[in-house]
């Protein structure tokens, strides 16, 4: 499958990062949740598994897309959708409905410190069951700030509880909620992991470095696939050769790579950027999960798009 080209703003590179949501009650219901970068018209927008746009919305130039379940708000817990606007250099957030499949109006929205600001992923804490968001920088020492989530007086608030700088271009992330871990993409440098409580300092591992025989330069987005227990495996995209590899979630150690060929009239992925994972039941096509990359070739549309994949059981 793959997205419809969104039908606004200009014919540019749109498309980028996206969310899936896994209805657990009628997975007929999920949904991939996307961004459009576009400088005149951006915004978010949802798709159902066939790739057709149900919802849009004009917020500005939106970079990197992620959600959680579970989030308190207004008495009752929330789908939490968030992302970096990059039109305003803020993070922004809203309340998505499952039953009607469409998000509300901002819940809340915060300025960041990091200027341009670049990718965004959210944490919910298996040790505190706080909820963070982390945002990343494009420019300078490309700092990578943490924020902890709350409902005050109606809005949803951030406040900063952490910062460390990566020291060049920087934006995909993925945290694992139940190890505690940060991943983080230094686009030309590797995967780094960090702790992903706001205690944890600027203390990381290297899980990939560029020339290491798996890697080069230009990482870009990363997703986590979860399987039993803390089974399961990370997937980082390179969009300077098209492919992508992938690391086992426990201990990191590389895994293999591959790219996502044609297939049935639909074209292959190249120039990939952001993407997300999930092997949760998503209907029809997709009994055992999906992966969802964006393509920035896109041979058969005017503007990038987002491919989905079927995960083999």
Not at 11 to 18: E, H, Q, V, Y
Request: with cysteine; proline share 3%; hydrophobic share 35%.
């Amino acid at each position: 499958m793959e997205t419809a080209s969104f039908d606004v703003g200009a014919l540019t590179d749109i498309a980028d990062d996206a969310a899936i949501y896994a209805n657990p009650d009628n997975p007929e219901l999920s949904v991939v949740i996307a961004d459009d970068k576009d400088d005149a018209a951006g915004g978010i927008g949802v798709f159902d598994m066939q790739g057709k746009l149900l919802q849009f919305r004009q917020e500005g130039k939106i970079g990197n897309v992620d959600l959680r379940t579970g989030f308190p708000f207004g008495g009752a817990d929330i789908v939490l959708v968030g992302a970096n606007n990059r039109t305003y250099d803020t993070i922004q957030f809203w309340s998505f409905d499952a039953a009607t499949r469409r998000l509300g109006e901002p819940i809340g929205e915060t300025a960041t410190g990091n200027a341009p600001n670049y990718g965004f992923c959210l944490y919910h804490s298996a040790a505190t069951g706080q909820f963070h968001a982390f945002v990343t920088q494009q420019t300078g020492e490309s700092v990578v700030e943490q924020y902890q989530l709350s409902e005050s007086g109606g809005q949803l608030a951030a406040t900063l509880v952490r910062s460390f700088a990566m020291g060049s271009i920087t934006e995909g992330c993925v945290a694992d909620d139940q190890l505690g871990r940060l991943y983080v993409a230094q686009e030309d440098v590797g995967l780094w992991r960090y702790g992903a409580e706001p205690t944890d300092g600027d203390e990381r591992v290297a899980v990939a470095e560029v020339g290491d025989g798996h890697v080069v330069a230009d990482l870009e987005g990363v997703g986590l696939a979860l399987g039993p227990g803390t089974s399961g495996y990370l997937v980082v995209s390179i969009q300077s050769e098209s492919r992508f590899v992938t690391y086992d979630r426990e201990t990191n150690a590389y895994l293999g790579g591959f790219e996502v060929g044609s297939s049935g009239g639909i074209d292959a992925v190249g120039q990939t950027d952001g993407l997300d994972i999930s092997t949760s039941n998503l209907g029809a096509g997709f009994p055992h999960g999906a992966l969802v990359v964006h393509d920035g070739d896109n041979e058969n549309g005017t503007t990038s798009n987002l491919k989905f994949v079927p995960l083999e059981p």
